[in-house]
């Protein structure tokens, strides 16, 4: 058996296939982001949420795609945790965007992307990945990711700088006093995911006029940012996963045309065409 896993900072999503690539099990935990996580809090989060899926221990094979696995250091931590609950299997830990890549990629080289709570890309030619740029995460980076939109409008509802619609309908919504908002943005660990939460928001209201620029404008940031420095993004397919490129599909498409980009697939989840590339050849 092996177990794969798609580690976003939100959840974490697994899928455990046999030989024969058929579903042993599947679930969800919380995100496992070793930016905010130690190896013990890695081992303890799995133990506390996958109480009722114990089968999947059994695994030969871990194959760990995680948000936050930029360095050696941060895969450390992250393989040492999983080794606290695996403890009889192969372990391999690589970054989210090598896992988005391997999902979506086809016959040809291509730019792989992830747009979810945070934002990432990489070129991909089947083998390997190279990155323009790298991901600086939510306080300096993550372009048109869900973090990057929640930020936006925290900002511009306590700056009082809503239209009086949107203002009332994110007040009764949320209710959200300025002490709380420091509270969890200042004070409260994986502040990205709770600001990505408010993306709800946009798919909400979506035709606003105001909303609808602001996720041009954080598209907008991240194809300019990710993806046209690649200097064969012309040549090439774009695909997108994560949780953020489904819900504003159209939006997304629309602003790849505006720059001329030969836009691709788009998955809400990589997971399952993951785990049929890792079947296909086995040790990717």
Same mark, same amino acid.
């Given at each position: 058996?092996?177990?794969?896993?798609? *580690?976003?900072?939100?959840?974490?999503?697994?899928?455990?296939?046999?030989?024969?690539?058929?579903?042993?099990?599947?679930?969800?935990?919380? *995100?496992?982001?070793?930016?905010?996580?130690?190896?013990?809090?890695?081992?303890?989060?799995?133990?506390?949420?996958?109480? =009722?899926?114990?089968?999947?221990?059994?695994?030969?094979?871990?194959?760990?795609?995680?948000? *936050?696995?930029?360095?050696?250091?941060?895969?450390?931590?992250?393989?040492?945790?999983?080794?606290?609950?695996?403890? %009889?299997?192969?372990?391999?830990?690589?970054?989210?965007?090598?896992?988005?890549?391997?999902?979506?990629?086809? =016959?040809?080289?291509?730019?792989?992307?992830?747009? #979810?709570? *945070?934002?990432?890309?990489?070129?991909?030619?089947?083998?390997?990945?190279?990155?323009?740029? &790298?991901?600086?995460?939510?306080?300096?980076? =993550?372009?048109?990711?869900?973090?990057?939109? #929640?930020?936006? +409008?925290? %900002?511009?509802?306590?700056?009082?700088?809503?239209?009086?619609? +949107?203002?009332?309908?994110?007040?009764?919504?949320?209710?959200?006093?300025?002490?709380?908002?420091?509270?969890?943005?200042?004070?409260?660990?994986?502040?990205?995911?709770?600001?990505?939460?408010?993306?709800?928001?946009?798919?909400?209201?979506?035709?606003? &006029?105001?909303?609808?620029?602001?996720?041009?404008?954080?598209?907008?940031?991240?194809?300019?940012?990710?993806? +046209? &420095?690649?200097?064969?993004? =012309?040549?090439?397919?774009?695909?997108?996963?994560?949780?953020?490129?489904?819900?504003?599909?159209?939006? +997304?498409?629309?602003?790849?045309?505006?720059?001329?980009?030969?836009?691709?697939?788009?998955?809400?989840? &990589?997971?399952?065409?993951? #785990?049929?590339?890792?079947?296909?050849?086995?040790?990717?």
């Amino acid at each position: 058996m092996i177990c794969i896993a798609d *580690g976003g900072s939100t959840n974490c999503d697994w899928l455990c296939l046999d030989e024969n690539g058929a579903e042993v099990t599947s679930f969800t935990t919380r *995100g496992l982001n070793p930016y905010f996580l130690s190896s013990d809090d890695i081992a303890k989060a799995m133990d506390e949420d996958t109480r =009722d899926q114990m089968q999947f221990r059994a695994a030969q094979r871990v194959f760990f795609y995680g948000a *936050g696995v930029a360095n050696l250091s941060l895969s450390q931590t992250v393989r040492i945790g999983l080794e606290k609950v695996f403890h %009889r299997a192969e372990i391999t830990v690589a970054h989210d965007v090598l896992g988005a890549a391997l999902a979506v990629f086809e =016959d040809d080289p291509c730019v792989a992307c992830i747009l #979810g709570t *945070g934002s990432n890309a990489c070129w991909f030619d089947g083998t390997e990945i190279r990155q323009a740029v &790298p991901s600086l995460a939510h306080i300096l980076g =993550d372009e048109g990711s869900g973090s990057w939109f #929640g930020k936006q +409008l925290l %900002r511009a509802y306590f700056y009082h700088q809503l239209p009086p619609e +949107l203002s009332e309908a994110f007040e009764d919504k949320y209710n959200l006093t300025e002490e709380e908002l420091i509270e969890k943005v200042y004070r409260t660990p994986n502040e990205n995911v709770w600001m990505a939460g408010f993306s709800l928001f946009y798919d909400e209201h979506r035709s606003h &006029p105001l909303l609808s620029q602001w996720l041009k404008e954080g598209f907008d940031a991240f194809l300019q940012t990710h993806v +046209l &420095p690649y200097k064969e993004w =012309d040549k090439a397919q774009v695909h997108f996963v994560g949780s953020v490129a489904a819900a504003f599909e159209n939006e +997304l498409r629309s602003c790849c045309d505006a720059h001329g980009i030969n836009h691709g697939k788009i998955l809400a989840k &990589p997971l399952r065409a993951l #785990g049929e590339q890792l079947l296909q050849n086995r040790g990717a």
